[in-house]
């Protein structure tokens, strides 16, 4: 398997712009994470699913955050509009039991 | 609320040198403690100690967790410059696969 796979690496864009980032789970695991990782705040979970149904939101900033898991293999975050408080790498994750496997993450630039 | 927090926040080491990592914690329904190494890149999975007083080791890491003073401490002997990175801590509980996270401690090992 290829790990995690997240698109685009890196995202460079200007407030008031639509951003949408996408992951990729690993084949088989049925949780999929969405955080978000700063120098102030460190490693935040956004959000996270099971079996493609979000179980948890309670970490996602505000209504300018949405995410959806459509199929098993397919997980976006969209951020609208983007502010540049925004600019921080966001990860994706998979799990099938506790241990998470991370994938290389967003690089997201708000100007 | 969850709550992990590691220290030191940074440390500047020589090679050959042996290093220990502090994570503690307060969780309410406490299922298992995480170390991840994260390098420039997503974090990647170290270990997972749920008993306390059992010590996992792995080559020259080596970590062991005190469920009783909600503690736990991450060591490294025989420290090489590839041991540079950040080492992060998270616990998870029986809520669900969330996993919360510390601040992380940020290693240097100089040669």
């Known amino acids: 398997d290829a790990g995690v796979i997240q698109s685009p690496r890196h995202e460079v864009t200007e407030m008031g712009q639509e951003v949408t980032l996408r992951c990729k789970p690993i084949s088989g695991h049925d949780y999929l994470f969405w955080y978000r990782q700063t120098m102030m705040r460190g490693l935040e979970l956004l959000i996270y699913f099971n079996n493609n149904v979000p179980i948890d939101d309670s970490g996602m900033p505000e209504d300018r955050f949405s995410a959806k898991m459509p199929n098993a293999s397919f997980s976006t975050l969209k951020i609208q509009p983007s502010e540049p408080r925004d600019s921080a790498v966001y990860f994706c994750?998979?799990?099938?039991?506790?241990?998470?496997?991370f994938g290389p993450g967003t690089r997201l630039t708000v100007l | 609320e969850d709550k992990v927090v590691q220290s030191p926040l940074s440390l500047v080491v020589h090679e050959g040198d042996t290093v220990t990592l502090n994570c503690s914690y307060e969780v309410t329904n406490f299922r298992s403690l995480l170390w991840y190494k994260q390098e420039k890149k997503a974090p990647t999975f170290l270990f997972m100690l749920?008993?306390?007083?059992i010590e996992k080791k792995s080559g020259r890491l080596s970590s062991i967790l005190d469920k009783k003073e909600l503690f736990s401490i991450l060591n490294i002997t025989a420290t090489q410059t590839g041991d540079s990175a950040v080492y992060l801590c998270?616990?998870?509980?029986?809520?669900?696969?969330?996993?919360?996270f510390g601040g992380g401690t940020r290693l240097m090992v100089k040669p």
């Open positions: 994750a998979s799990s099938l039991t506790d241990e998470q496997f």
């Open positions: 749920t008993s306390s007083g």
């Open positions: 998270a616990v998870e509980d029986f809520g669900g696969n969330m996993l919360t």
